[in-house]
C-alpha cells in the first residue's frame, strides 16, 4: 500500500534522443493516490506499457523519479517493489500446475509450505481458481490464465499496486464483461491501487475512478469520466473518448468573439486578446448540439440510426458536423441550423483548453 | 451432384512417386532380398530364410559394434545437449555484431565437408606434427590416438562435439529468442532466481526443439561413418569400430551380402524403434 509519485519522469528508448519523436514518455509528472482504480487510456504507442514498466521497475527511465510513499525506488528492484502486474498475453509457468503457479512467488520469498498453502487457497478462492488448483496450468483457457496472473500478483502479503496492461486483449468477449466486474470487485474488496492500461474507452470508464488520457508520450487529461466527457482538456481527449467523438471546428478571432465563418459562436471559455495567431479551435459534443430555427447553416449529409437515437452528420462550409437527436425528432428537409450548447461549448488554442 | 471420375491427379503424383521408389522403396526392397538369400558371385542366389538374422543376433562382433555405438551415442549426447543449451544461454540476445559473429562461428563446423572434417582431425591430433598431439605430449601427456584405445576414442569424441555442438547450439538459441519478453518480466516480478527462470521457463519453453535436436543427433551419431573413418578407420584394433564401420566392412570388405543386408535391416529398425520411443514419450509428457 502506497501512495505512488511520478516526478519529471521522461524515457527514450534512443541513446541519444534527438527531437520530439525519440521520446517515448516527453515528460510525466503523476500522482496515483493509494487505493485508486486508474485507467492509463491512449491510442496504441502513447506511452502507456512504457509508463508501467518504469512504474514496475521493468525499466529505467532516463530521466526523473519514481516515490511510493515519498521514498525514492529507482535503485529498488522490481521484485522488492511489492507489485503485480499483469500482461497482455497471459504468463503461466507451463510445466507447473495452478497451485504452484500461486505459490511460486511465496516460495520465491522462502515461506514455508505450511503458510503457502494457507495463502495460496485464500488466494484461489479469492480469484475463483479453487476448483482447478491440481490441474496443470498449459491446458487451461486464456481466461483461466489470467486469473492465475493475477492470483500470482495478488498473492503477496504486501503489494503496492496492481498494474494490468490490457489484461482482456485475449480474451473472449463475453468473458471480457465477467472479469473486467470481476477485477471491479476485487477492488472494492482489496482496496488496492489498481492501474488498467488500456486503448479501448469503454474499458477505462467503466472500471476506474479516474482516467489518465495519454497520448504522444503525455499526460493529456485526468480526470472522473464525467470531466472526460463534459470538459475535455485537449482536443484530442475530446476527440479520442464519446461515440462519435467531439466536433472539432477550426475557428478565427473577432475582437472577443470566435468565428465559424461569419458566426458568432458563443462558448463557455474567456477569450482574450492573447489567443491572436494561435491555432484556434471550437469544440462541442454531438451531444449538446440541437437543430433549431436560426443559427449556424447547415446542410444535412447523412443519417445513421443507432436504435434509441440517431447521429447526423451536417456539413458547414467544409467542415462536419455530427450532432446526436432523439429517434423521434422529425429532421429538417431544408435550411437546417444548428444551435449550440453555450455553456458546453470551448475553445481550444493550439490543441488546449482556454 | 455428380461424382467424377478423373485420374489426372496420379501423373501429378508420378516424380515424386518415382523419386520416393528409386531412393528409398527399391534400396530397401532389395537389401530385404539379399537379408534373405546367399550368393557367391554370378548371381546365383540361394534362399537361406532368417539365418543371417539369427547369425547377426546371436554374433558377438555385432554386439560389440552395438556396445561401442551405444557408448558412442550417449556420450556425445550427454556433452552436445547441455554444452549447446549452456552456449546458446551465453549467446547475446539483442541485435548486433556480436550476435552474427557468433551465429557465423557457430555455423562455420557445421558448412565443413564431413571427409574434410575427419582429415582436419587426423592431422590435427598427429603426436608429432599435430597442433592438439604435439601440444598434449609437450603437457607430459602419452598422447597417441592411433596407437592407445583411451585416446582415440578421446579424440572421436571431441571431434564430434567439436562439429554438431553447434547444431544444438542454433536449434537451442531459435527456441530462446522465441520466449516472449513478458514471461521474463512476469519471472522479474515474481521474484524468481536465474536458474528458476531456466528450469520453469527457458528449459520448457526449449523443449520441442530440444526433442528435435536430441532426435537429430540419436540418428546422425547412430548412422556416423566417414569422420571416424578417416580419423581411425575403426582402430586401434576394433576399439572404434562403431555399427556403420562394422556394416561396411562386412559388406564391402568380405563381401557377405546377405549378413551384412540383415545386419542393415536390424541397424535400421534399432533407430527407428529408439526414435519412436523418444519421441512418444516426450509428446505423451506433453498432453498432460
Known sequence: ?354 | MNKTTNQKAWIFLAPVLILVAFNAFIPLMTVINYSVQETFGNNYFFWEGLTWFENILHSERFHNSLIRQLTFTFTILLIEIPLGVAIALAMPTKKGIWLSICLVTMSLPLLIPWNVVGSMWNIFSLPEIGLLGKLLNSLGFDYNYTRQIGDAWFTLILMDVWHWTSLVVLLSYAGLVAIPDAYYQAAKIDGASAWSVFRYIQLPKMKRVLTIAILLRFMDSFNIYTEPFVLTGGGPGNSTTLLSIDLVKLALGQFDLGPAAAMSLIYFLIILLASWIFYTLMMRNEEE
Open chain 1, 1 to 354: 500500500m502506497a501512495n505512488i509519485k511520478l516526478e519529471g519522469l521522461r524515457h527514450s528508448y534512443v541513446d541519444n534522443p534527438k527531437n520530439d519523436e525519440d521520446w517515448a514518455l516527453k515528460q510525466i509528472d503523476l500522482e496515483w493516490e493509494d487505493g485508486g482504480a486508474y485507467a492509463l487510456l491512449g491510442p496504441s504507442g502513447c506511452g502507456k506499457t512504457t509508463l508501467l514498466n518504469i512504474i514496475s521497475g521493468l525499466l529505467q527511465p532516463s530521466h526523473g523519479s519514481i516515490k511510493f510513499d515519498d521514498s525514492e525506488v529507482n535503485q529498488i528492484s522490481t521484485d522488492k517493489r511489492d507489485i503485480a502486474q499483469i500482461f497482455q498475453f497471459p504468463v503461466v509457468y507451463d510445466t507447473m500446475s495452478v497451485y504452484d503457479n500461486l505459490a511460486f512467488p511465496l516460495r520465491n520469498l522462502g515461506w514455508d509450505e505450511a503458510k503457502v498453502s494457507e495463502r495460496v487457497t485464500e488466494i484461489a478462492q479469492l480469484v475463483e481458481l479453487t476448483s482447478m488448483l491440481t490441474s496443470r496450468a498449459s491446458g487451461l483457457t486464456a481466461g483461466d490464465k489470467q486469473k492465475i496472473s493475477l492470483g500470482r500478483g495478488l498473492v503477496r502479503t504486501k503489494v503496492n499496486a496492481i498494474l494490468f496492461d490490457e489484461p482482456l486483449t485475449v480474451i473472449d468477449p463475453h468473458l471480457k464483461w465477467q472479469l473486467r466486474s470481476k477485477l471491479k470487485k476485487l477492488h472494492q474488496l482489496l482496496n488496492r491501487t489498481m492501474i488498467y492500461v488500456t486503448h479501448d474507452q469503454i474499458e477505462a470508464l467503466t472500471f476506474a475512478d479516474k482516467v489518465v488520457v495519454m497520448n504522444f508520450g503525455e499526460v493529456l487529461q485526468i480526470g472522473t469520466p464525467v470531466e472526460l466527457f463534459e470538459k475535455p482538456k485537449h482536443t484530442f481527449v475530446g476527440h479520442f473518448i464519446g461515440s462519435p467523438g467531439m466536433n472539432i471546428l477550426p475557428c478565427k478571432l473577432d475582437g472577443d468573439n470566435a468565428n465559424l465563418g461569419k458566426h458568432i459562436i458563443e462558448t463557455a471559455s474567456q477569450i482574450t486578446q492573447n489567443h491572436k495567431g494561435r491555432n484556434l479551435e471550437i469544440g462541442i459534443r454531438p451531444e449538446f448540439i440541437k437543430f433549431s430555427d436560426d443559427g449556424l447553416p447547415v446542410s444535412i449529409v447523412k443519417v445513421s440510426n443507432v436504435g434509441h437515437a440517431q447521429i447526423v452528420e451536417t456539413s458547414f462550409e467544409d467542415h462536419k458536423i455530427k450532432l446526436i437527436v432523439d429517434e423521434d425528432v422529425v429532421l429538417p428537409s431544408n435550411n437546417a441550423h444548428l444551435s449550440f450548447n453555450k455553456e458546453k461549448t470551448y475553445l481550444y488554442a493550439d490543441g488546449w483548453l482556454v
